[in-house]
């Protein structure tokens, strides 16, 4: 059974930083793509970035030069470091292991206001 489990999301202010922290178990954490997806109301879950178990990243386009993804994989930790915050980056965040499929967490609120 797999368990990830976020933290770090909250209320920012246009152009500050979040941290966002992704601990897993249950699996085999370094041979797993990790990724952060993010869903805001109304809207589909899309990809923010994946980083591989050799940690080659992938961002989608509105993140790109702002945010990075890193990885941990003796602390079975994923991390999604988020600058430059936009009012268009509130959403609910998605920790993501991907096994035959895509195993998630609980979800984290990011809120940033204009």
């Known amino acids: 059974q797999v368990q990830l489990v976020e933290s770090g999301g909250g209320l920012v202010q246009a152009g500050g930083s979040l941290r966002l922290s992704c601990a897993a178990s249950?699996?085999?954490?370094?041979?797993?793509?990790m990724g952060w997806f993010r869903q805001a109301p109304g809207k589909q879950r899309d990809l923010v970035a994946t980083?591989?178990?050799?940690?080659?990243?992938n961002y989608a386009d509105p993140v790109k030069g702002r945010f990075t993804i890193s990885r941990d994989n003796a602390k079975n930790t994923v991390y999604l470091q988020m600058n430059s915050l936009k009012p268009e980056d509130t959403a609910v965040y998605y920790c993501?292991?991907?096994?035959?499929?895509?195993?998630w967490g609980q979800g984290t609120q990011v809120t940033v206001s204009s």
């Open positions: 980083i591989t178990s050799g940690g080659t990243t």
């Open positions: 249950g699996r085999t954490f370094s041979s797993n793509i």
């Open positions: 993501a292991l991907r096994g035959n499929i895509w195993f």
